[in-house]
């Protein structure tokens, strides 16, 4: 079975930093879609980036980057100029392409934002 | 588009009573996803449909749990009956697979279940 392990539970910077969140996973699979969500206070779970495991370029959206190692089973997040509506909960989640079509979830690292 | 819509958006409950959660997905989506979220757990899959079937029920916690998917744009969650350890929140997911595997969950924005 996969597992993805977020090994920071709390996380706290201050505004404008850059901020990176970590993410492993274990998994025998080759072909695979891996996701940041994030969930602010309001509880509603947002997607903030996704990476296909056949590409090798690291996906970017906006502030949000990757860092994508497959052979480490890796996949971290960046955020630069972190700003305060940033501050939420932050899952990594696996998708497995063949067999049983699930998103695993990370327990999640709790990213704090001061102003 | 109005995305995932979820209904109710909190439930209070007494244990033993029947506790039936709502979702309506995207529109064109024909997949749709139920997770629990606690905070022993975390995030977890209880159930999930393709084209209005369930596919894999492996994570529904026990036969108190039932769901449905009468049509494609709509869902129910039904927990008979409820117990205190039911307490959590509810997400229903969806999307499409037009664009094969892997296409992106879509979230509404949960059921915050309190059973007494």
Request: proline share 6%; charged share 20%; net charge neutral.
């Amino acid at each position: 079975a996969q597992t993805v392990t977020q090994s920071q539970p709390e996380m706290s910077v201050q505004e404008a930093e850059t901020v990176t969140l970590s993410c492993t996973y274990d998994t025998s699979e080759n072909n695979y879609y891996l996701f940041w969500y994030k969930q602010p206070p309001s509880r509603q779970m947002i997607l903030v980036i996704r990476q296909e495991a056949y590409k090798q370029q690291n996906a970017t959206e906006n502030r949000f980057s990757v860092n994508f190692q497959k052979a480490a089973k890796s996949f971290s997040l960046k955020i630069s100029d972190s700003q305060l509506g940033d501050t939420a909960m932050y899952f990594c989640a696996f998708f497995r392409i063949q067999g049983a079509q699930k998103l695993v979830f990370g327990q999640g690292t709790r990213l704090t934002i001061n102003p | 588009d109005a995305g995932v819509i979820q209904s109710p958006r909190h439930e209070v409950t007494e244990m033993g009573q029947e506790v039936t959660l709502r979702c309506k997905p995207i529109s064109g989506h024909n997949s749709l996803f139920w997770y629990r979220q606690t905070m022993m757990r975390g995030l977890e899959l209880l159930i999930y449909f393709n084209n209005n079937v369930p596919i894999d029920d492996s994570g529904m916690p026990e036969d108190r749990f039932s769901a449905k998917m009468p049509n494609a744009s709509f869902s129910t969650l039904k927990i008979q009956p409820s117990e205190p350890r039911d307490s959590a929140v509810y997400f229903c997911a969806s999307t499409s697979r037009a664009g094969g595997p892997g296409e992106t969950q879509y979230f509404g924005p949960g059921t915050r279940l309190l059973v007494l």
